[in-house]
T-cell receptor, first 113, second 112 residues
Framework: AQSVTQLDSQVPVFEEAPVELRCNYS??????LFWYVQYPNQGLQLLLK??????LVKGINGFEAEFNKSQTSFHLRKPSVHISDTAEYFC???????????FGAGTTVTVRA | KAGVTQTPRYLIKTRGQQVTLSCSPI?????VSWYQQTPGQGLQFLFE???????NKGNFPGRFSGRQFSNSRSEMNVSTLELGDSALYLC???????????FGQGTRLTVV
């Protein structure tokens, strides 16, 4: 079975500052990795995903993540955040040829002016 | 194209009742998954359907069930509701495994 640990439950950050959200996973098989964002009273929206290839993945809204197999991590970063980035962020994994997603507990990002 | 549509958006039910939630996937998507989201347990996988067959099931009691129709629309049913079933229920559809899952806005179920 695979599991995901998001190391920070809440991250406050000032507008235009950088942010990093940490995600570690454990699995006995190869997995695919995802970051989703959830705005208040909304469903989840995909930010980016890692399936294979380059370990640096660029997503929407200026986010990027780096896959590190040796450290089993998939940290999400943004160099300069905006007020509109205030949301909850979820790291997720799935096994090969599987539709099921296993989610971390989520990280709430609050951007202050 | 239209996104994933979940109905209703909000529901209030009494303990012991049953409830049916509906999900219409993106056109062409044959896989539909359901998730329960609560503050305490986070996002938990309920089940996944593909071409009317349940292929994967999470660790939930038998009171939680679902089905998928030939047009890929899906319903989930919760019988004998308990207070702990209060949650946001999210539906997601996908075209391929490991591809992007598109989520609906969810159904907020409150059990009183």
């Amino acid at each position: 079975a695979q599991s995901v640990t998001q190391l920070d439950s809440q991250v406050p950050v000032f507008e235009e500052a950088p942010v990093e959200l940490r995600c570690n996973y454990s699995s006995s098989v190869s997995v695919y990795l995802f970051w989703y964002v959830q705005y208040p009273n909304q469903g989840l929206q995909l930010l980016l995903k890692y399936l294979s290839g380059s370990t640096l993945v660029k997503g929407i809204n200026g986010f990027e993540a780096e896959f590190n197999k040796s450290q089993t991590s998939f940290h999400l970063r943004k160099p300069s955040v905006h007020i509109s980035d205030t949301a909850e962020y979820f790291c997720a994994v799935s096994r090969s040829n599987d539709y099921k997603l296993s989610f971390g507990a989520g990280t709430t990002v609050t951007v202050r002016a | 194209k239209a996104g994933v549509t979940q109905t209703p958006r909000y529901l209030i039910k009494t303990r012991g009742q049953q409830v049916t939630l509906s999900c219409s996937p993106i056109s062409g998507h044959r896989s539909v998954s359901w998730y329960q989201q609560t503050p305490g347990q986070g996002l938990q996988f309920l089940f996944e359907y593909f071409s009317e067959t349940q292929r994967n099931k999470g660790n939930f009691p038998g009171r939680f069930s679902g089905r998928q129709f030939s047009n890929s629309r899906s319903e989930m049913n919760v019988s004998t509701l308990e207070l702990g079933d209060s949650a946001l229920y999210l539906c997601a559809s996908s075209s391929l495994p490991n591809a992007e899952a598109f989520f609906g806005q969810g159904t907020r179920l409150t059990v009183v």
